[in-house]
């Protein structure tokens, strides 16, 4: 799998180190706070059919230190939201940036 191919999972702290790369009123845009409490704006390309709230998953571009570009989202039920834990989330996220390829 090629660098560009790669998804690369991302918190608020490390999204500047994938500027570029493979994570409003007009509804081209919304806010997501992250796994280590950060606030990204998010745009989007087409303006959201549907409102976007709970345990949301973007799959992007960074383009800046608290900016990206959306390619898609995943939103997730409440159920499973219920369940979520932040904190092991950001641990994981933090563990796998550590490191420039953690699977080697």
């Excluded at 087409?46 to 949301?56: D, F, N």
């Excluded at 800046?64 to 979520?84: H, I, P």
Aim: aromatic share 6%; charged share 20%; glycine share 6%.
């Amino acid at each position: 799998m090629s660098e560009s191919e790669l998804r690369h999972q991302v918190n608020g702290a490390t999204l500047p180190q994938f500027q570029g790369k493979n994570s409003d009123p007009s509804g081209r845009s919304f806010d997501i706070k992250t796994s280590d409490n950060m606030i990204v704006s998010v745009s989007v390309n087409q303006p959201l059919t549907e409102p976007i709230s709970g345990l949301v998953e973007v799959i992007g571009k960074g383009q800046g230190r608290n900016s990206m570009v959306c390619e898609k989202y995943l939103q997730f039920s409440d159920e499973l939201a219920a369940t979520y834990d932040a904190e092991i989330d950001n641990a994981a996220v933090t563990f796998l940036n550590s490191t420039e390829n953690v699977w080697s």
